[in-house]
T-cell receptor, first 113, second 115 residues
Framework: ETGVTQSPTHLIKTRGQQVTLRCSSQ?????VSWYQQALGQGPQFIFQ???????GRGNFPPRFSGLQFPNYSSELNVNALELDDSALYLC????????????FGPGTRLTVL | SQKIEQNSEALNIQEGKTATLTCNYT??????LQWYRQDPGRGPVFLLL?????KEKRKERLKVTFDTTLKQSLFHITASQPADSATYLC??????????????FGQGTTLQVKP
């Protein structure tokens, strides 16, 4: 069983640029959630995808968008990057047999200069 | 306003003692609550889930309680070991069903177990 993987591991961008982060869910999991974690804080829910449809969104502006593919992998896109977008971005998947138990990837560390 | 709060100060205890971590929330009606462990530079790892109609759950040295009247969960690690040193996150489950729904995380409490 393959765990959740994310790419890239680290990324440095400048303000105003766009970024795409990628996530492969754990085998058999059809739900992917994305979180933003600032230093010293808990993860903040960005949105969730279930069977390729957005299934709930947190308090993030529309410049945060996502996709889920037929194989349940997912992308997080952030446009017009701001300095405050610097954070660890976590992807988590959950399977049909679970009670929303999240399996997290290692995260992508995004730095916006 | 809606809030979820964990002890902001780090918890330092001696090996072998019981660590107790607190999670309080206001203006949420969670269907369940989860606890995760997070090590530096890594993603959180699921530990335990407790549903709104359950008072207590145990798993090996871990115990979690859930009081929906007090709006509080307590997480206990008995016979603590230095390897238990990490940040522990509580998360409220709201909305959704089955394996979907939103998780609202607290800011985490850092536990340091000294030998």
């Amino acid at each position: 069983e393959t765990g959740v993987t994310q790419s890239p591991t680290h990324l440095i961008k400048t303000r105003g640029q766009q970024v795409t982060l990628r996530c492969s869910s754990q085998s058999g999991h059809n739900t992917v959630s994305w979180y933003q974690q600032a230093l010293g804080q808990g993860p903040q829910f960005i949105f969730q995808y279930y069977r390729e449809e957005e299934n709930g969104r947190g308090n993030f502006p529309p410049r945060f968008s996502g996709l889920q593919f037929p194989n349940y992998s997912s992308e997080l896109n952030v446009n017009a990057l701001e300095l405050d977008d610097s954070a660890l971005y976590l992807c988590a998947s959950s399977g049909q047999a679970s009670y929303n138990e999240q399996f997290f990837g290692p995260g992508t560390r995004l730095t916006v200069l | 306003s809606q809030k979820i709060e964990q002890n902001s100060e780090a918890l330092n205890i001696q090996e072998g003692k019981t660590a107790t971590l607190t999670c309080n929330y206001t203006n949420y009606s969670p269907a369940y609550l989860q606890w995760y462990r997070q090590d530096p530079g890594r993603g959180p790892v699921f530990l335990l889930l407790i549903r709104e109609n359950e008072k207590e759950k145990r798993k090996e040295r871990l115990k979690v309680t859930f009081d929906t009247t007090l709006k509080q969960s307590l997480f206990h690690i008995t016979a603590s070991q230095p390897a238990d040193s990490a940040t522990y996150l509580c998360a409220l489950g709201v909305g959704g069903s089955g394996n979907t729904g939103k998780l609202i995380f607290g800011q985490g409490t850092t536990l340091q177990v000294k030998p």
